[in-house]
């Protein structure tokens, strides 16, 4: 079955520490996207990537950074000038990111939680 | 800039009983309307989407949904709820940014969590 994964599904970290979520799919989608989720917050976009080599940043990208070397890899990295790293990290994909797939629905993981130690 | 509000933080209501989501939401051009539905520690799945043509969506689950233009309103219904159906659910525009190649995204409401009571 084509999805979304997303490992570990929970993390801890260290003062200081920089750690790194996965977020696999097999979906064959060139979008891709990672959300912060804080209790009754909804969701907020930290970034997203068209495609390959290719991201921009979303409203809170900050203390964070990303990469997209593969269509099917985004992994995230929650470096250590984030200051409030707990919280529950979803990842997303869609089919694509342009005006024209605005019509498209988001395809998420089961998301990992991180907390710090 | 698009914003959406859900009006009740939480729900709850007795099996069987009838449920509604409230869900308004404002952009000053059209958008594209979703309902997700969360169950702890998941992610998110797609309940239904309004696109485009008739205003009442049918989604999975049982669960519907009406569009209304005039109240930029899309409240989540079902007419009778079970055990199943405790979650989060998302109201969620979709809005175009013409930042770099003019790319979307989405824009979600804080959730409403819907407890379903025996």
């Known amino acids: 079955d084509g999805g979304i994964t997303q490992s570990p599904k929970y993390l801890f970290r260290k003062e200081g520490q920089n750690v790194t979520l996965s977020c696999e799919q097999n979906l064959n989608h060139d979008a891709m996207y990672w959300y912060r989720q804080d209790p009754g917050q909804g969701l907020r976009l930290i970034y997203y990537?068209?495609?390959?080599?290719?991201?921009q940043k979303g409203d809170i990208a900050e203390g964070y950074s990303v990469s997209r070397e593969k269509k099917e890899s985004f992994p995230l990295t929650v470096t250590s000038a984030q200051k409030n790293p707990t919280a529950f990290y979803l990842c997303?994909?869609?089919?694509?990111?342009?005006?024209?797939?605005?019509?498209?629905?988001?395809?998420f993981g089961d998301g990992t939680r991180l907390s710090i130690l | 800039a698009q914003s959406v509000t859900q009006l009740d933080s939480q729900v709850p209501v007795f099996e069987e009983a009838p449920v509604e989501l409230r869900c308004n939401y404002s952009?000053?051009?059209?958008?594209?309307l979703f309902w997700y539905v969360q169950y702890p520690n998941q992610g998110l799945q797609l309940l239904l989407k309004y696109l485009s043509g008739s205003t009442l969506v049918k989604g999975i689950n049982g669960f519907e949904a009406e569009f209304n233009k005039s109240q930029t309103s899309f409240h989540l219904r079902k007419p009778s709820v079970h055990i199943s159906d405790t979650a989060e659910y998302f109201c969620a525009v979709s809005r175009i940014s013409y930042s770099g190649a003019g790319s979307y995204q989405l824009t979600f409401g804080k959730g409403t969590k819907l407890s379903v009571i025996p």
């Open positions: 997303a994909s869609s089919i694509g990111a342009l005006r024209d797939y605005s019509n498209q629905p988001q395809h």
């Open positions: 990537s068209q495609i390959v080599n290719d991201f």
């Open positions: 952009s000053s051009v059209s958008v594209y």
